[in-house]
């Protein structure tokens, strides 16, 4: 499965509002924050049991700090997509729709906004949306992605995620 994962408020807090792990001092080097706690965990499972993970982010950091800040803190992201990026490759593409989050070619989003998860729904992409008080999202994630019934756990789970 072709997983992309929204990097501000979803795996890294914006303004502190979710407990956070200590990245280690490379890391630090590179990005100047905690990630969710239990993400490094999960991401390695979810990239052990052969999904493609690919990290996308509407910040000001550039793919290359963002790929030496994954190595450093250990995160096994095999892409990563800027807003920046996104937009100069879609100026070279005339003509092409461009909508973000980046969700061609993906099977699942994992977004903190509202308006991520509708754009991906509609373009035909399984979602999941993990806010802020979302306290079992890696197990929601999991069941989605190492279960055996993706498309009915994921919508199911979807509602679990964003009433708690």
């Known amino acids: 499965m072709k997983i992309a994962i929204d990097l501000e408020g979803t795996l890294i807090a914006e303004c502190g509002e979710f407990p956070c792990e200590r990245t280690n001092e490379l890391a630090r080097c590179f990005l100047l ?3 969710r706690l ?3 965990k ?3 499972e979810l990239a052990r049991a052969g999904h493609i993970l690919t990290l996308y982010t509407s910040g000001k950091h550039s793919a290359a700090t963002l790929r030496l800040w994954c190595l450093a803190a250990g995160l096994p992201i095999h892409h990563i997509i800027t807003l920046a990026d996104y ?3 879609a100026r070279h593409n005339k003509g092409t729709r461009v909508s973000w989050p980046p969700v061609s070619g993906q099977d699942l989003i994992l977004d903190d906004e509202t308006r991520h998860i509708e754009t991906a729904r509609r373009n035909g992409v399984m ?3 993990i806010t802020n008080h979302s306290l079992n999202w890696t197990a929601c994630i999991q069941k989605t992605c190492l279960g055996s019934d993706g498309v009915r756990v994921a919508n199911r ?3 679990l995620l964003t009433q708690s």
């Open 127 to 129: 979602a999941l949306q």
């Open 42 to 44: 999960m991401l390695r």
């Open 157 to 159: 789970e979807q509602k």
């Open 33 to 35: 924050c905690g990630l």
């Open 38 to 40: 239990q993400a490094r």
């Open 87 to 89: 937009k100069q490759d």
